[in-house]
């Protein structure tokens, strides 16, 4: 893969035209996103196959209104249930994990001013979600000792900005952002976190498409670069003032990474029909004219069913759980939402892994075959499940049930 500057025209975003639409409530975000998925389901292998960067599709989501459904009332937005977010994703991943991924980090960051800006910063970044403007995303970094091991700083500058140097990798939609949130320590601040959203042709800022991860491939979750990059003061939000009381961070992202989930092993399943009924030839012991005859067959398409309903329902329930929250916000509430969407994070990837995997026991030799490339659905499961280890959201799930002990507020459960 070749090193793309961001700064590079060919690379640059490209949905600078006005007129995105404004989305009015749930009903329609839902109408929208069913559609979309459709239009994406179809090209969604030769994007992965190729590595074709998703650009016009972004830019159609961008153009739908999709990207701005969270944005508040009060500001011109849908404000949509987190029920009606996780669904969107939900549909938008069995139809292209990768796609979906994308904009995940762009809802996380529009919360972060949701909770965290001050009004003034909420005007003017909802006005630029409104306007169709992407957030991308720079936040993990490699070599530190674990994952809150920050190294990139903020450093007040005589006139009250900032400059901002690090490094980021794993920077899902920045190639492809407006906007890039960039989580730094504040030195000024106690080497307390904080975001800093920078402008993606900000001089000292190089986003570099160096990702080569065997699934998700077409997220371009490459490094982002920053050399003391000028950040004014009122570009930047004081995120660690998000985890001093009750939040729901943790489980708005977690809960679109569910969702994610959930849609890989739905997308997978709906492939391995339609490959069975179509193309699949029956085993002879069975003495039937078609596989999908088989009464062993009917037998595991029935259990991946079982699996991937459970997902679902899980799912809704954690989003559920997250609505009661936000509607009412306390210590109780935040930990039954954070422990719901935990519970439905670690049976969807689970499901996710199992349902791709089987797309290919219940097949057969020909599904292997790298020209259909239905191991994609896979690839995507087993990569976009590392992102945060199930054993741990186990852990808090079985303190809290056995000793009612609630769950960290650290934001990555």
Known sequence: MTDAPIDDASQAPTHRLPGAKVIADDVEALTVAAALAEEFRAGASRRDAERRLPH?????????????????????GADVRQETLAEIFRLLASADASLAQIPQNHFVYVNVIRRQGTRKQREFFFGEVLAGRRFGNAQSEAGTKHIQDIRTRLERRPDGSYSLT?????????????????????????????????????????????WDGMGQRTTASGTVRLAEVHVPADRVVPHHLTFQGPQLHGSVAQLIHAAIDVGIAEGALV?????????????????????????????????????????????????????TARADLTDDTAAEASIAVAAAKVQAAQAALDVASALFEVSGTRSALGSLNLHRHWRDARTHTLHDPARWKIQHIGRYVLNGTRPPRHGLL
Do not use: C, M
């Open 56 to 76: 016009a599709e972004l830019d159609r989501l961008s153009a739908s209104g999709l990207l701005a459904v969270t944005v508040p009332a009060e500001y011109g």
């Open 166 to 210: 690090g490094v980021k990798h794993y920077s899902t939609g920045a190639l492809f952002a407006d906007w890039i949130p960039v989580l730094a320590r504040a030195e000024d601040d106690n080497d307390n976190p904080h975001v800093a959203y920078v402008p993606w042709d900000a001089p000292g800022l190089t986003v570099v498409d160096d």
């Open 271 to 323: 492939e391995a029909v339609g490959f069975v009924r179509t193309k699949s030839r029956p085993w002879f012991e069975a003495g039937v004219e078609t596989a999908a005859e088989d009464p062993l067959l009917i037998q595991r398409f029935g259990e991946l069913a079982i699996q991937a309903r459970a997902s679902g329902a899980l799912l809704r329930e954690a989003a559920r759980a997250v609505d």
